[in-house]
Structures are given as structure tokens and as C-alpha cells.
């Protein structure tokens, strides 16, 4: 990565508070939307967001590319060669700022901006018409002019609101997806442009999964990616697996053990029996395969990607008297940045815990997972026992905070 000072591309300007509206489907109704191109075919809303500001300026979005916690990378191009065009770098960046970095034809990207600065939760929840068990994260890009991460297509759904500045788009139905095996990032080694647009600030694409596409920044420019969740089955049964070994095997009594007191003589003894088979089938489908197994499963895996490293309980906290009587003070109970929450029947899961409720702590935190804050004083008379307890498990363990 050469350093060449002072070539920046022009500032853009400080990130403007935009107020989100409570649709982003230009009038469309979630119904229709979900109906005629929810994973069917690609949709342009002008003036989605209007005059959307973004949550977070350049010089800050570089710095958060400086912490640990961030997953970020940098992407070069260099359109003048034709091997070796593209560099890619992965973050943490120490010190790095606009001055280091070429005039043109670079991006920066960071993942699951949500978890790290405020606002990024309040843009999600604009796209609450589709479930919150399949919102992946909120990625953001900053590009120079000419920035690009090349021709791709993914396999999720997403959404690109495009922030300050301007950018091209380009998509394709192709079927050829051969990737260039020279570059350094995932990119296409033909791209066959079907229709474009430009979308300037407050416009957003829709993209249903493997619609090829392609975006130049035509000035310094911000986009704001809304993923979502796309496991591959691959992925599902790994998880489940692990979570089957991990969890229920722990739950299940040792004094359970395979018997066969209808043992027949088999003629072969070199042979794997039908009965033993049906047998151990009868005991793994009885475990592994009802529904609430399968609903606990999701609520852990979908609400516990983040490392534990991400949370950070109060150096001194709070007794559960003590913690008892802040909440009825004025103040606020606040989700951390990191914190997924979701429910199911009278569970509710928060980063990979699975919890049993009340339906006064459902309530509550249904509507702390919504709003990600509800407002204190909290009377006791609505706080039961279980759920005071709850609430102050998830404080000490830094899931929320007071203020």
C-alpha cells in the first residue's frame, strides 16, 4: 500500500443527522414488496431515506478502522495493469488516516457497524418487515472516486442505501460466474452490464442473492449495506451439531444407555443389525429433530456470532439490591452495541444464551430488543422476581448498561 500525502480525494462533509422514516420502500407497502421481490428480482427506490446524511463521517469511519474490534479491509485498484490490479489488506490499521492513501480507486469496508457506534441499530430497524432472525449486519464502505470492489454477486439478500456522494450501478443475470483467479478479492472474470443507475444520496438497491453487480464510486462516496442472513445448509448442520454435542449432551441423564433385551441371534455377527439401527434412529430422531430443539438451536446460533470479547461487565457492578433500587431511578436500560436479542414461545435468547421467561420479562424484553433502551424508573411491581434476577445477570455480564 503506497502512501501518497496530501493526495486524498476531496473531504466529504461531516455525517448529518437524518431523521429514518418508518418506511424505506418508497411508498410501497412490506406486503408487496415481500410478495413480488423479496429474493425474486432487483428493485431501485429513489429518495428511499431522502437526503439520508449517513451516521458517521469519513475521518471517524478511518478511525474506527484503527480498532481491534472492528472487521475491516482495504481494497485497491489499480485499473492501469492487468495483473496484479487488485490489493487487499485487512485491518486493523494502525494510524491510518485520508493522508496515507491514494488520490483515487479505494475502498475502505467495515462489517457489523451496528455494534460499534450509535445509529446503526436505528437504520436497521427500518428493515424490520423482514424478521429479525435474518438481519446479518449493517456494512458500511467509504470509496475514493473510482473506488470498487469489482463485479461479484452474493449470496444473501442486501440493501444499498447509498449515503453522501454518488455511485454507479451496474447488475447482471448472468449465469457465468467465474471468478478472476488473478485477483487478490473475489471478483468476476466477465461481467455482462444489463441495466445501471446512478443513485445519489437517499436512493437505495435492492438485490435479491446471486444478482451480479458492480458499483463505481463517481465521487468520494459512502454506501450502507444491509445484509442478511444466508447460511448455507453445510453451515446449519455443523452448528446444529456442535449445539446437539455441546448443550444436550449435557442434559441428558448417563444413566440412559442403548439396551436390547429382544436380542435374536443373528446369524452373522460381523453385522450391523436392522434393529440396532432402528433403535439408535429412534433415540437420536427423539432428540435431535423436535421443534423446540431446533427453535432453542436457532435462537443461540442467530443471536451469538459476536465473540465474548465484545462485552464488557461495570469494573464495580451493581449488588442485586443496589441494582434493584437504580432501576427505579430516572435513567435509561440500554442494550450494549453488540447485544442480539430474540424470542421464541416463552424463551428468550440474548448472545447465545437461551433463557425461560415470564411474560412481564418477555414484555420487557421484547421491548428493550426493539427500541434498544427503555426508560427508567422501572416500578418493582413490574418486575417480577425471575425477571429482576434476569436483568441483573445480563448487567454484570456487560449485555446492558445503565445510564
Same mark, same amino acid.
Given at each position: 500500500m503506497d502512501a501518497?500525502?496530501?493526495?486524498?480525494?476531496?473531504?466529504?462533509?461531516?455525517?448529518a443527522v437524518t431523521q429514518i422514516p418508518a418506511s424505506v420502500l418508497g411508498g410501497m407497502s412490506a406486503a408487496v414488496f415481500l410478495r413480488d421481490y423479496w429474493q425474486k428480482r432487483p428493485l431501485l427506490i429513489r429518495q428511499a431515506v431522502p437526503g439520508f446524511g449517513g451516521i458517521i463521517d469519513r475521518d471517524d469511519f478511518l478511525a474506527l478502522a484503527t480498532r481491534e474490534d472492528a472487521t475491516?479491509?482495504?481494497?485497491?485498484?489499480?485499473?492501469?495493469l492487468r495483473k496484479g490490479r487488485w490489493e487487499r489488506h485487512d485491518g486493523p490499521f494502525a494510524g491510518i488516516d485520508a493522508s496515507m492513501l491514494p488520490s483515487s480507486h479505494w475502498?475502505?469496508?467495515?462489517h457489523g457497524l451496528e455494534s460499534l457506534i450509535p445509529g446503526g441499530w436505528e437504520l436497521l430497524r427500518a428493515f424490520s418487515f423482514v424478521p429479525w432472525a435474518r438481519v446479518d449486519d449493517l456494512m458500511v464502505s467509504y470509496a475514493a472516486e473510482g473506488g470498487t470492489v469489482g463485479p461479484h454477486d452474493d449470496d444473501y439478500d442486501v440493501f444499498l442505501l447509498q449515503g453522501p456522494g454518488r455511485r454507479r450501478w451496474q447488475i447482471s443475470h448472468q449465469a457465468d460466474r467465474t471468478l478472476d483467479s488473478d485477483a487478490?478479492?473475489?471478483?468476476?472474470k466477465?461481467?455482462?452490464?444489463e441495466a445501471e443507475w446512478v443513485l445519489e444520496p437517499g436512493d437505495m438497491l435492492y438485490l435479491p442473492p446471486g444478482v451480479a453487480h458492480w458499483g463505481v464510486a463517481e465521487t468520494p462516496c459512502f454506501t450502507y449495506s444491509i445484509g442478511f442472513l444466508a447460511p448455507s445448509h453445510r453451515e446449519l448442520? +455443523?452448528?446444529?451439531?456442535?449445539?446437539?454435542g455441546d448443550v444436550l449432551s449435557a442434559e441428558l441423564s448417563p444413566s440412559l444407555r442403548y439396551s436390547d433385551p429382544d436380542l435374536h441371534l443373528q446369524k452373522d455377527p460381523l453385522r450391523i443389525g436392522d434393529a440396532m439401527v432402528e433403535k439408535v434412529s429412534q433415540v437420536l430422531q427423539g432428540i435431535a429433530f423436535q421443534k423446540a430443539t431446533v427453535g432453542e438451536f436457532l435462537g443461540r446460533y442467530l443471536t451469538g456470532r459476536q465473540p465474548a470479547s465484545a462485552f464488557c461487565g461495570p469494573r464495580r457492578p451493581l449488588a442485586l439490591p443496589l441494582f434493584a433500587k437504580r432501576l427505579q431511578q430516572p435513567g435509561h436500560l440500554q442494550l450494549a452495541l453488540p447485544s442480539r436479542g430474540l424470542v421464541r414461545g416463552k424463551q428468550l435468547f440474548l448472545n447465545g444464551e437461551a433463557h425461560s421467561s415470564t411474560p412481564l420479562g418477555l414484555k420487557l424484553f421484547s421491548a428493550l430488543c426493539q427500541d434498544?433502551?427503555?426508560s427508567l424508573? +422501572?416500578?418493582l411491581d413490574k418486575l417480577d422476581e425471575p425477571t429482576l434476577a434476569l436483568l441483573h445477570g445480563f448487567y454484570t455480564a456487560g449485555y446492558l448498561h445503565l445510564t
Amino acid at each position: 500500500m503506497d502512501a501518497t500525502e496530501g493526495a486524498a480525494s476531496a473531504l466529504l462533509p461531516a455525517a448529518a443527522v437524518t431523521q429514518i422514516p418508518a418506511s424505506v420502500l418508497g411508498g410501497m407497502s412490506a406486503a408487496v414488496f415481500l410478495r413480488d421481490y423479496w429474493q425474486k428480482r432487483p428493485l431501485l427506490i429513489r429518495q428511499a431515506v431522502p437526503g439520508f446524511g449517513g451516521i458517521i463521517d469519513r475521518d471517524d469511519f478511518l478511525a474506527l478502522a484503527t480498532r481491534e474490534d472492528a472487521t475491516s479491509r482495504l481494497v485497491i485498484q489499480h485499473p492501469q495493469l492487468r495483473k496484479g490490479r487488485w490489493e487487499r489488506h485487512d485491518g486493523p490499521f494502525a494510524g491510518i488516516d485520508a493522508s496515507m492513501l491514494p488520490s483515487s480507486h479505494w475502498t475502505m469496508l467495515i462489517h457489523g457497524l451496528e455494534s460499534l457506534i450509535p445509529g446503526g441499530w436505528e437504520l436497521l430497524r427500518a428493515f424490520s418487515f423482514v424478521p429479525w432472525a435474518r438481519v446479518d449486519d449493517l456494512m458500511v464502505s467509504y470509496a475514493a472516486e473510482g473506488g470498487t470492489v469489482g463485479p461479484h454477486d452474493d449470496d444473501y439478500d442486501v440493501f444499498l442505501l447509498q449515503g453522501p456522494g454518488r455511485r454507479r450501478w451496474q447488475i447482471s443475470h448472468q449465469a457465468d460466474r467465474t471468478l478472476d483467479s488473478d485477483a487478490a478479492i473475489k471478483v468476476l472474470k466477465h461481467f455482462e452490464c444489463e441495466a445501471e443507475w446512478v443513485l445519489e444520496p437517499g436512493d437505495m438497491l435492492y438485490l435479491p442473492p446471486g444478482v451480479a453487480h458492480w458499483g463505481v464510486a463517481e465521487t468520494p462516496c459512502f454506501t450502507y449495506s444491509i445484509g442478511f442472513l444466508a447460511p448455507s445448509h453445510r453451515e446449519l448442520v +455443523q452448528n446444529y451439531l456442535g449445539y446437539l454435542g455441546d448443550v444436550l449432551s449435557a442434559e441428558l441423564s448417563p444413566s440412559l444407555r442403548y439396551s436390547d433385551p429382544d436380542l435374536h441371534l443373528q446369524k452373522d455377527p460381523l453385522r450391523i443389525g436392522d434393529a440396532m439401527v432402528e433403535k439408535v434412529s429412534q433415540v437420536l430422531q427423539g432428540i435431535a429433530f423436535q421443534k423446540a430443539t431446533v427453535g432453542e438451536f436457532l435462537g443461540r446460533y442467530l443471536t451469538g456470532r459476536q465473540p465474548a470479547s465484545a462485552f464488557c461487565g461495570p469494573r464495580r457492578p451493581l449488588a442485586l439490591p443496589l441494582f434493584a433500587k437504580r432501576l427505579q431511578q430516572p435513567g435509561h436500560l440500554q442494550l450494549a452495541l453488540p447485544s442480539r436479542g430474540l424470542v421464541r414461545g416463552k424463551q428468550l435468547f440474548l448472545n447465545g444464551e437461551a433463557h425461560s421467561s415470564t411474560p412481564l420479562g418477555l414484555k420487557l424484553f421484547s421491548a428493550l430488543c426493539q427500541d434498544r433502551s427503555v426508560s427508567l424508573p +422501572q416500578p418493582l411491581d413490574k418486575l417480577d422476581e425471575p425477571t429482576l434476577a434476569l436483568l441483573h445477570g445480563f448487567y454484570t455480564a456487560g449485555y446492558l448498561h445503565l445510564t
